[in-house]
C-alpha cells in the first residue's frame, strides 16, 4: 500500500534558482497539506486543498511560493526564486487523519 | 483550531506504560483530538484519533476526558522504538502543529 511520495527527497540548490517540489497523495483521499518544518519554527502548514481544490492558503509565506494541484494524483510546491532561509524539510500529506510523507530536505545556498 | 499544551518532555522504561497527557481546554464541539508521533529526520506518523469516546488501536489507546478538556495517549508496553515527539492536536480540517512531548524510552 503505496503511502504519500515525494519527490526529490533532497534538493540542494543556489539562491536565485527555482525549486519544485512533488507530491502524490495517496490514491482516493480528497485532501492534500503541504507543510514545513524548521528548527525554529516547527511544523507549519502552507496549504491545504480540497478535491483540488486550494481552500486555505494563509500559511504561504510570501509570492515567492506557489501550489498547485492540477489533478488528484498530483501536486507542486513552487519556490521562485528561491532564498537560504527556504532551507527546511517540507511535508505533503494526504487524507483526514492525515498520512505523511517522508518529506523533501531543501537547501538553498 | 484549539491550542493545546504539552509536557517538553518526558521519559519511561522500556515495557512499562507511557502516559503523554495533553491539555485542549479551548476544543469546540466538533473538533477532534489526534495524535502524531515524529521520529527523527521522517514524516509525522498519524497514531490516534477521537471525539468523545475513548480509542483503542494496535498502537496505541487514547482517553479522553468528559469535558473534553484533556486526554491522555497511553502506549501500554513502552520499546525503545518508541522514542519520538509526540504531539497533541484538537482541530477538524486542519492541524496546528505546537512543540510536542520529546518521549525518551530507556533499557
Known amino acids: 500500500d503505496a503511502g504519500v511520495i515525494q519527490s526529490p527527497r533532497h534538493e540542494v540548490t543556489e539562491m536565485g534558482q527555482e525549486v519544485t517540489l512533488r507530491c502524490k497523495p495517496i490514491s482516493g483521499h480528497n485532501s492534500l497539506f503541504w507543510y514545513r518544518q524548521t528548527m525554529m519554527r516547527g511544523l507549519e502548514l502552507l496549504i491545504y486543498f480540497n478535491n483540488n481544490v486550494p481552500i486555505d492558503d494563509s500559511g504561504m509565506p510570501e509570492d515567492r511560493f506557489s501550489a498547485k494541484m492540477p489533478n488528484a494524483s498530483f501536486s507542486t510546491l513552487k519556490i521562485q526564486p528561491s532564498e537560504p532561509r527556504d532551507s527546511a524539510v517540507y511535508f505533503c500529506?494526504?487524507?483526514?487523519?492525515?498520512?505523511f510523507g517522508d518529506g523533501t530536505r531543501l537547501s538553498i545556498l | 483550531d484549539a491550542k493545546t499544551t504539552q509536557p517538553t518532555s518526558m521519559d519511561c522504561a522500556e515495557g512499562r506504560a507511557a502516559n503523554l497527557p495533553c491539555n485542549h481546554s479551548?476544543?469546540?464541539?466538533?473538533?477532534?483530538v489526534y495524535w502524531y508521533r515524529q521520529i527523527h529526520s521522517q514524516g509525522p506518523q498519524y497514531i490516534i484519533h477521537g471525539l468523545k469516546n475513548n480509542e483503542t488501536n494496535e498502537m496505541a489507546s487514547l482517553i479522553i476526558t468528559e469535558d473534553r478538556k484533556s486526554s491522555t495517549l497511553i502506549l501500554p508496553h513502552a520499546t525503545l522504538r518508541d522514542t519520538a515527539v509526540y504531539y497533541c492536536?484538537?482541530?477538524?480540517?486542519?492541524?496546528?502543529f505546537g512543540k510536542g512531548t520529546m518521549l525518551l524510552v530507556s533499557p
Open positions: 500529506a494526504s487524507g483526514q487523519p492525515q498520512h
Open positions: 492536536f484538537s482541530g477538524y480540517s486542519t492541524l496546528t
Open positions: 479551548t476544543i469546540s464541539g466538533n473538533e477532534y
